[in-house]
């Protein structure tokens, strides 16, 4: 069974600093691997996913997220972090025998000025 | 012209009470789930319907009923709320792999 694992609970950065968020997953075979934000009193909107192919792929909102099989993680990263970039992130993993999300415990990220 | 809806936003009740969340989706996907967020933002799967038909349905207890009238929408039913089921569900779609949630509805068991 796949699961998923973030190992930031909150991470807190500085407007303008640059942004890593882990992810690692465990699934035997290639994974599906999604990125999803959660803005406060919202739902969960996609920022980018993974399903084959190129290893760094490119999100919505300046984000990307590099797929690296031999480390089984799938980070979340952006140059830049605006103030609006303050949400819960959940990454997420699917398998090709499911239609079945499993989703990480998310990270909460706080920007400040 | 939002993609996923859920109603009620918000629902509070009394323990014991039975309560209905609605779901409509207009993006024309075959696929339909409930998930359930709890207080520390753990997001875990419920059910999901493909196409009317139940698929998946991960060892929630009974009082928990969804029902699919047609493709574009998924109801969840709950009979003798508990304050545990105090939480956000999430009604989500998928025509792929690619989930496509609605803004949720907290339910909120006094």
């Known amino acids: 069974a796949q699961s998923v694992t973030q190992p930031d609970i909150h991470i807190t950065v500085s407007e303008g600093a640059s942004l890593e968020l882990r992810c690692n997953y465990s699934?035997?075979?290639?994974?599906?691997l999604f990125w999803y934000v959660q803005s406060p009193g919202q739902g969960l909107q996609l920022l980018l996913k993974y399903f084959s192919g190129d290893t760094l792929v490119q999100g919505i909102k300046g984000f990307e997220a590099e797929f690296k099989r031999s480390q089984s993680s799938f980070n979340l990263r952006k140059p830049s972090v605006h103030w609006s970039d303050a949400a819960e992130y959940f990454c997420a993993v699917g398998a090709s025998n499911t239609d079945k999300l499993i989703f990480g415990t998310g990270t909460r990220l706080q920007v400040f000025p | 012209d939002t993609a996923v809806s859920q109603t009620p936003k918000y629902l509070v009740t009394q323990m014991g009470n039975d309560k209905s969340i609605k779901c409509e989706q207009n993006?024309?996907?075959?696929?339909m789930y409930w998930y359930k967020q709890d207080s520390k933002k753990f997001l875990k799967i419920m059910f999901s319907y493909n196409n009317k038909e139940l698929i998946i349905n991960e060892t929630v207890p009974n009082r928990f009923s969804p029902k699919s009238p047609d493709k574009a929408h998924l109801n969840l039913h709950i009979n003798s709320l508990e304050l545990g089921d105090s939480a956000v569900y999430f009604c989500?779609?998928?025509?792929?792999?690619?989930?496509?949630f609605g803004e949720g509805s907290r339910l909120t068991v006094l």
């Open positions: 699934y035997g075979a290639t994974p599906y």
């Open positions: 993006l024309g996907h075959d696929t």
């Open positions: 989500a779609s998928s025509g792929g792999r690619e989930l496509f």
